[in-house]
Each structure stands twice: as structure tokens, then as C-alpha cells.
């Protein structure tokens, strides 16, 4: 829900008069402010109560602890008065409290009252869902955190600040957050100009507060990409695509009427580069990268459901930011006791993926596509779904290229060429592990790695698809009608590979 969305709902919902509000947020202060704007306009007062301060307004008023008081003085108001009771959760457990509620809400939407719960979770007791209407409040726009960096950084002294980058980096963060985070950005920056440093990057700076964030959530993991788009070999159709959508998260994109990207599904033969691409995306998006563990979100105190609401929310919290799915197919791949949670867990993503407005681009990636629910590849839910295959030769080429440089090795010292023959079929797992199998043979002899400790190590590989080769033809089968190939048409050039005779080993 956006913010127009959400004042427009908040209006509406107080001038019905709904007796029961429920609003879900970290952003206390804004959420009152958002009530009392909209009370004011409604022409109704406002009377706000915690449990450390208790019901403002006359004297006399029940004080701190006093829920039996609290509970009456809102039966007794015959005016239509909003109640705004701030992280009252802890206390409605209490049976007394929740069957008082219950009976005073007929009671309170006659006389047109409303008690509005703030909090920054939801309502907490299954006797009051029926009765609650839940709202979620957004986090602060580009308005509002460009009116907190003012008062961080007043323009007579920062005429030269990057504002929009400022502001874009605080995107996802409450305002109080997003305060601390300005303040923080600001004594740094001080610092680094005190020290003579002048690349102080501030949007890093508000990266690191977001982090932070983010590492107080169990399911959720978050991960620096060490590898860019041109660290992964082939792929050509998929690079090209992500190139096209680079600035798709901008201003400049909306104002031009795109919609922000939703997604990708990368499917093929394991080991092909999918967990490797789902990374090079945050890097060359220059996005956050976040990776949603499967096993946590079975594996901890709460149902799956509820642990995926979280992730998505610490995810759109962060926002822009890629949420990245290894091995997707693991979900569905369980016994009936853990298929019923699953099923649960997809409605849930299926219905994110299709209505969520936050700039999150979600990857998943699959290896075994028959596990996959229909409704997960339906149209609509991804961008785009792409097949990954095994590397055709020039990939290998590129693969071995790549791997021979992170080992600080000139590839121009070695026939890569001859390499990428002798290795048809390898997957891009399997060609790193060439690389490294060669480097040992040449350590334990005492002589730095050359085109025989490679040839050897090629020919001591045996690659998955001599097992499983019946099964990736399937694959691929599959995906000729259903997903677009990550690689560039490379039809005439597998002709050629697959009739040229394998190098003599």
C-alpha cells in the first residue's frame, strides 16, 4: 500500500466510523499524525493513551496499568471520539481485556467511536481478527525523507549534497531510522573531510544502516556479490536483458510509465551458473542482495507463512534490493505434514509477486522444474523465466578464461581453445573445478600449472551429464516451449561441436 492508498483507506475507515483499526508499524509518530490529520478532517478528537503514560485528556483520566479503567472511559464517551492505544499487544492476552473488546465493539460503532491499535506487529489475538480491520502504514517516501535530510543537512551548508542520492539510500528505512542513518552519514562524512579523505561515499554509508537491519532477521541472509555480470560466462540472451532493465528502478523509468521489474526465474542443469547470475544481478543493479533461507523458514519458531511475511517485509524494507531464492523447488519437494505449510508458503509468495508495489526484484532458481508448482511459471508472476544449459564451446572458452584469471594465471599462457574441446558437455561448476584440480597437480609437483596439469585434469573430470544425461535432454525438452534460453542461438555452432571428433586423450 502506497501512501496515498493508505491515507485514503485511513480516511475512509474513520469516517464510516470502523470501531476496531489496527495499524502496523515501526513509524509510531507518523501513524498518530496520519489519525490526527485525518480525525481533523472528519471533525473528531483524538485521545491518545501507552502504559507508561496512560489516557490523556481531563483530569482523572486512568492512569498507566489501569486497562479495566481505560476499558470504561471508552464505553462511557457517547462522543465520537478515536482512541489511539500505542503497543497495547503485550496486554490484550489478558482474558478480561479481550472479552471486553469484544463486547464493546457493537457498543462503540454505534456511537461512532473508534480505538485505533498502533503497533509494529499484528493483531495478536485470534478472538479479535474477526472484528479488527488491519492496515499496514508505508514506510516514508522520497518526500518525507527529503524533509528529515534537511534538518540533517540544511542546504546553506550543504549546497553541493547529493540529495536524491541521500534520499534514495534512505528509501526503506522509518523516519526515525532514516534519521539516525542521516545523522550517522553526516558525522562520518565529517570525519573522512577532517582526515583528508575526499571519496567518501555516503549512499555506501546508508548501506551499511541497512545491513544492520537486515541481520536481525533469522531468515534472512545478507550477501555481498563478489561477482559481476562479466564474471559469468555466456549467457549472452540473459545479460542483454538485464542490461535493457538497468535503470529500472529510477524515477526516470516511472515518470516514462514503466512498471518496476518483478522478477526472474532462472531454470536448468545444476551447476550451471543459475546461484552465480542471481548475484551478478545485485552487483551490476548496484542493488542490495538478500538471500531468503528455505531452511530457515521451516526450520524456526514460527509457521513458514509468517516467517515469509517478514522476510518480503525486511526485504521491502531495504528496497530497491534483489531477494534471491536458491533452489526453490526444495519447498515443494516435502512429505504430506510439510506439504500443507508449503502450500501455504506459495499462496502467499504467488500473491506478493503478483500485487507487491516495492521496488524488490525477487530471483529464484530451480533445478528440478517438475517439482514446481504450474502456478509458480504461470505468466504475470515473472519478468521473465530463463533456461540456463551447459556452456556451449565459446562459453567454456570464456569460463576457463575467467577461472584462469581469478587464479592470477595469464589464459594467453594456455590453449583455452583446446580446453573448451576437450571439456564438451562440463558444466561451468565443473570447469572451475578443472582449474583447481590442475592447480593442485602442479603444486604437489613443485612447478607452477601448465596446459598438461589442465589436459589431465579434463580428463580425470567426468561430468554430470555422462549420469544424468537422459534427464537433462528432458530438461531441455521442457523448456523449449516454456522458458527462453539464457545463451544465444547457438544451434549451428552445436551442429559443428557435437560432429567435430573429440582430441585424442
Avoid at 564438451?424 to 600449472?449: C, H, I, K
Amino acid at each position: 500500500m502506497g501512501r496515498v492508498d493508505f491515507e485514503r483507506e485511513l480516511s475512509v475507515l474513520l469516517s464510516a466510523p470502523y470501531a476496531y483499526v489496527y495499524i502496523v508499524t515501526w513509524d509510531e509518530s507518523r501513524a498518530v499524525a496520519a489519525v490526527t490529520e485525518a480525525a481533523e478532517l472528519a471533525g473528531r478528537p483524538v485521545r491518545q493513551w501507552s502504559y507508561a503514560q496512560g489516557l490523556e485528556g481531563e483530569e482523572g483520566s486512568p492512569g498507566p496499568e489501569d486497562l479495566r479503567g481505560l476499558m470504561q472511559a471508552i464505553e462511557v464517551e457517547t462522543s465520537p471520539t478515536i482512541f489511539v492505544l500505542k503497543d497495547i499487544h503485550p496486554y490484550v492476552g489478558d482474558p478480561w481485556v479481550v472479552r471486553r473488546l469484544r463486547e464493546m465493539e457493537p457498543l462503540a460503532a454505534a456511537f461512532g467511536k473508534t480505538i485505533v491499535f498502533v503497533g509494529p506487529v499484528e493483531c495478536p489475538v485470534p478472538e479479535l481478527i474477526k472484528d479488527v480491520t488491519v492496515i499496514h502504514m508505508p514506510l516514508p517516501g522520497r518526500d518525507a525523507l527529503t524533509q528529515i535530510s534537511h534538518v540533517v543537512f540544511p542546504v546553506r551548508r550543504w549546497p553541493q549534497l547529493d540529495r536524491d542520492g541521500l534520499v534514495s539510500g534512505g528509501l526503506g528505512l522509518t523516519s526515525r531510522q532514516a534519521l539516525r542513518a542521516f545523522h550517522r552519514v553526516k558525522l562520518e562524512w565529517l570525519r573522512a573531510a577532517e582526515e583528508g579523505l575526499e571519496d567518501f561515499d555516503p549512499e555506501a554509508s546508508m548501506l551499511a544502516e541497512k545491513r544492520r537491519l537486515v541481520e536481525n532477521v533469522e531468515v534472512i541472509e545478507f550477501v555481498e556479490p563478489d561477482r559481476g555480470v562479466s564474471d559469468v560466462g555466456g549467457m549472452e540472451e540473459l545479460k542483454d536483458w538485464l542490461v535493457e532493465r538497468q535503470d529500472a528502478f529510477g524515477e526516470r523509468a516511472r515518470a516514462f510509465g514503466l512498471p518496476v521489474p518483478k522478477g526472474l526465474l532462472l531454470l536448468g542443469v545444476q551447476g550451471c551458473g543459475k546461484s552465480l547470475m542471481a548475484k551478478a544481478v545485485a552487483r551490476h543493479w548496484n542493488l542490495p542482495l538478500l538471500r531468503l533461507d528455505i531452511g530457515a523458514l521451516f526450520g524456526g519458531n514460527r509457521e513458514p507463512d509468517a516467517a515469509l511475511r517478514t522476510a518480503i517485509r525486511t526485504a521491502e524494507a531495504v528496497a530497491p534490493s534483489v531477494l534471491w531464492v536458491d533452489e526453490i523447488e526444495k519447498v515443494f519437494d516435502l512429505d504430506a505434514e510439510g506439504r500443507s505449510s508449503a502450500m501455504r508458503l506459495l499462496a502467499g509468495l504467488l500473491t506478493w509477486l503478483q500485487e507487491k508495489t516495492e521496488p524488490v526484484f525477487f530471483v529464484a532458481t530451480a533445478n528440478e522444474v517438475t517439482h514446481l508448482p504450474p502456478e509458480l511459471l504461470r505468466k504475470g508472476r515473472f519478468d521473465e523465466v530463463f533456461f540456463v544449459d551447459l556452456p556451449d564451446r565459446r562459453a567454456r572458452e570464456h569460463i576457463l578464461t575467467i577461472h584462469l584469471r581469478l587464479q592470477r594465471r595469464d589464459p594467453a599462457s594456455f590453449d583455452v581453445e583446446r580446453l573448451s574441446i576437450l571439456t564438451r558437455n562440463f558444466s561451468g561448476a565443473e570447469l572451475e573445478q578443472v582449474v583447481v584440480a590442475a592447480l593442485y597437480m602442479a603444486f604437489s609437483a613443485g612447478v607452477d600449472v601448465g596446459q598438461e596439469h589442465l589436459e589431465r585434469a579434463c580428463e580425470a573430470t567426468i561430468p554430470l551429464y555422462r549420469t544424468y544425461e537422459d534427464r537433462i535432454k528432458a530438461l531441455r525438452d521442457w523448456a523449449q516451449q516454456r522458458a527462453r534460453f539464457a545463451a544465444r542461438d547457438s544451434t549451428i555452432l552445436d551442429f559443428f561441436e557435437a560432429t567435430r571428433p573429440t582430441p585424442r586423450r
